[in-house]
């Protein structure tokens, strides 16, 4: 299978929220809560940028892409589309989000329309990385000057299928970026992970079969990162291993605190790290018939 399996990953990320209006509610309750009457995207962060590092981490792998505000971006597992609303209000450019959840896809429109400069700039639809043909219009090839994934092919076990889908949907020269969570040895990673409840439901690999997915699709590998040290710091600063759940992140699941202490176990002993790879379109058409 090419994602782990649909339902369970949607079931995974959503279980702490039934629907999208709840998820929308909790955060206006929190905003309340607060006394934050005028929205800031920063507010959000917390909730929105669901991955290592929140904006910094978003911000890391963005600088690295030379986004102009002519540019259409293409965000793929946009969850509620806190990176995709963050990357078009700083450099002005347009994106759309994909995401196979759709509470997370309703609930993230609904955010957006808090920032009215966004309107036209941010828009999410409900569909799969793997199919992308379904879930973009018909005359979505070859639109997009550069994609990004954040923190998803640990859910998807064919990475050469998910970067060749992409490519598809890329201009000539365009560029992908990625910030996954990535395998640096072959020990047996310890779980519950954010991802994964168990390893039946994980796909992290290693940074070599991303770049040899990079190079099955016609990609050249420009960028390579590893962000070790800036995930350890981020679970440090954020004490998320002590046992308390920070906002936001029970609206997308439960159990975090022990998901988030099995990370930094995992990471202190080499297994895996957060990775950035950012890989140029070379206009030769791939070999994979995908």
């Known amino acids: 299978m090419s994602i782990v399996n649909g339902q369970d990953v949607e079931a995974h990320y959503s279980s702490g929220s039934t629907s999208g209006n709840e998820i929308f509610n909790k955060i206006k309750t929190y905003l309340n809560e607060n006394n934050i009457t005028t929205v800031r995207l920063t507010d959000l962060a917390p909730v929105d940028e669901f991955h290592i590092g929140g904006i910094p981490g978003t911000i890391s792998l963005m600088d690295k892409l030379d986004i102009k505000s002519t540019d259409t971006i293409l965000d793929v597992g946009a ?45 999410l639809v409900v569909g799969s990385g793997l199919d992308l043909e379904k879930a973009l219009p018909s005359d979505s090839t070859g639109l997009f000057d550069k994609a990004y994934l954040l923190h998803v092919g640990m859910n ?24 996954d969570v990535m395998k640096m040895s072959s020990d047996e990673l310890e779980f519950p992970l954010p991802w994964a409840s168990d390893k039946s439901h994980d796909a992290c690999a290693s940074v070599d079969v991303y770049k040899k997915a990079f190079e099955n699709s016609g990609f050249n590998v420009t960028v390579e990162n590893s962000r070790l040290e800036f995930g350890l710091g981020v679970f440090e600063k954020r004490k998320m291993h002590s046992g308390k759940t920070p906002f936001g992140l029970n609206v997308h699941q439960e159990n975090f605190a022990t998901k988030g202490a099995n990370m930094v176990k995992n990471m202190k002993a080499g297994r895996m790290a957060p990775y950035e790879l950012i890989g140029v379109k070379n206009n030769i058409t791939s070999s994979n018939n995908l």
């Open 156 to 179: 998807i076990t064919d990475k050469t299928k998910l970067i060749n889908e992409i490519s598809k949907k890329l201009k000539p020269n365009g560029k992908l970026a990625i910030y």
């Open 79 to 123: 969850g509620l589309g806190g990176p995709a609303r963050f990357v078009a209000d700083k450099y002005g450019c347009k994106v759309i989000g994909v995401d196979l959840t759709k509470k997370f896809v309703d609930a993230g429109n609904e955010i957006t329309s808090l920032f009215p400069q966004l309107k036209d700039k941010v828009h």
